[in-house]
């Protein structure tokens, strides 16, 4: 007899189309559904497929603890949702939103089909707490997603943001840009003193143009990476101090004495040529246009 | 006893470290060195620790001392050949070797040395 068995699965199962249409236009209507970052033909497709996915799986049965193939095909459905809303910046509860919208079409549909008081408080419990699981797991799922990006972000700034550059044979450049941690000054060491290894240099250059703020903690990594690179044979210069960055310096009372600083790259990769007994000259029959502008300045 | 061998080659010492150093080896080798210094009157000691892959804080003082020492007996010293991950290690336990000179490699370090063993015979003659 059907008093075991709900009959939930059987009536989505009958009036899926009119159920879905319901769904639909309750969340065109809805503030949550973020029309600016989802198109209309997206939201339908998800909803059909999550609607399908949800009756196959109430009709496998065991709604309570949700086991089995189509409960899996269901949640392996939602994880993807989320990871994909979270990606286009959805909010938690925005995602979560789309499955708790689902409850009222399938109360109206209950409404409308369950005749005996009893059936029907009895099923609208059963739905209530079927939709809630699946609506709090996306919700976890969006946040694991929101990690995942969070993680890769972190790494690829990682690895992004430590390029060592060769300025020329034996004189090394390493840009450093964005606030150096003592994780980042160890994969900053690290990559310096490889390509050291590597290339031979006698000089690399830290140029600190893009770092924000130097506190001591910033001095300290940085005398750090420099005392590491000169027990491997070379010296560093520190360029692209900034006038604001230097009162800061003096301020704090960081003492670099021990090291050469320069205001900007190109001082610095002077000082490294000349160490390296080498000069820029302008090259013979170029246009002079360059130099003539430097030479009345020079003399006056 | 094992011995770290100590080669000379006109003006220079050269010392390289290719086994496991423990205490007393390092030990070993600062009697061995200074006592070198002195009876040859070595003007230049290169200390090659390419092979030297784990290092700790008493390595890292000893390696300073011995450099200082050969300094106050007027032998330049260069260590040379440190590997990037000894280096750090160094640099985290504090020792960042002040008055030691250093050098990439072997080729590098006999540049230094004859260079300053030049800009010496200039000064004095």
């Known amino acids: 007899m059907a008093s075991s068995a709900s009959p939930l699965p059987r009536l989505l199962r009958e009036h899926q189309a009119e159920v879905l249409n319901d769904w639909l236009s309750r969340q065109a209507q809805s503030n949550a559904t973020r029309r600016d970052l989802i198109s209309e033909v997206e939201l339908s497709r998800d909803s059909t497929q999550f609607l399908a996915a949800f009756t196959q799986a109430l009709e496998s049965g065991d709604p309570e603890r949700q086991t089995g193939a189509n409960w899996e095909h269901l949640h392996e459905m939602l994880k993807n949702l989320s990871v994909t809303r979270a990606r286009k910046g959805f909010t938690p509860s925005e995602t979560a939103m789309f499955v708790f919208s689902l409850k009222h079409p399938v109360f109206d549909l209950m409404r409308r089909s369950i005749k005996t008081p009893d059936d029907l408080s009895r099923e609208s419990g059963l739905a209530t707490s079927v939709i809630d699981r699946l609506g709090l797991a996306t919700t976890e799922y969006h946040q694991k997603g929101r990690e995942e990006i969070m993680l890769r972000q972190q790494q690829s700034m990682l690895e992004l943001s430590t390029p060592v550059v060769t300025l020329w044979k034996g004189i090394l450049a390493l840009p450093l840009i964005g606030t150096l941690d003592s994780e980042r000054t160890q994969v900053v060491m690290e990559s310096l003193l490889k390509r050291i290894v590597d290339t031979g240099a006698a000089i690399a250059i830290l140029d600190i143009t893009g770092v924000p703020t130097v506190d001591t903690l910033v001095a300290q990594h940085l005398l750090k990476t420099v005392a590491a690179a000169r027990l491997m044979g070379a010296d560093c210069i520190i360029s692209g101090i900034r006038p604001q960055i230097a009162q800061t310096i003096v301020h704090l009372g960081v003492d670099l004495s021990a090291v050469v600083t320069k205001a900007t790259l190109a001082d610095a990769f002077a000082v490294a040529l000349a160490r390296a007994g080498l000069a820029v000259c302008p090259a013979p029959g170029a246009p002079r246009t360059a130099a003539s502008g430097v030479v009345p300045a020079a003399e006056a | ?125």
């Open chain 2, 1 to 125: 006893m094992e011995r770290i061998p100590i080669l000379k080659m006109g003006p220079y010492l050269l010392v390289s470290i290719q086994v496991d150093m423990h205490d007393r080896l390092a030990m070993q080798l600062q009697d061995d060195l200074t006592e070198r210094i002195a009876l040859t009157g070595a003007r230049a000691v290169l200390i090659d620790i390419s092979a030297l892959d784990t290092v700790d804080s008493f390595m890292g003082r000893m390696l300073g001392n011995i450099a200082a020492m050969s300094r106050v007996l007027d032998a330049e010293t260069v260590l040379v050949g440190m590997q990037p991950a000894v280096a750090i290690t160094l640099v985290e336990l504090g020792m960042t070797l002040p008055g030691v000179r250093t050098a990439l490699n072997v080729e590098k370090g006999m540049e230094l040395l004859a260079a300053s063993l030049r800009a010496g015979e200039s000064t004095s003659g």
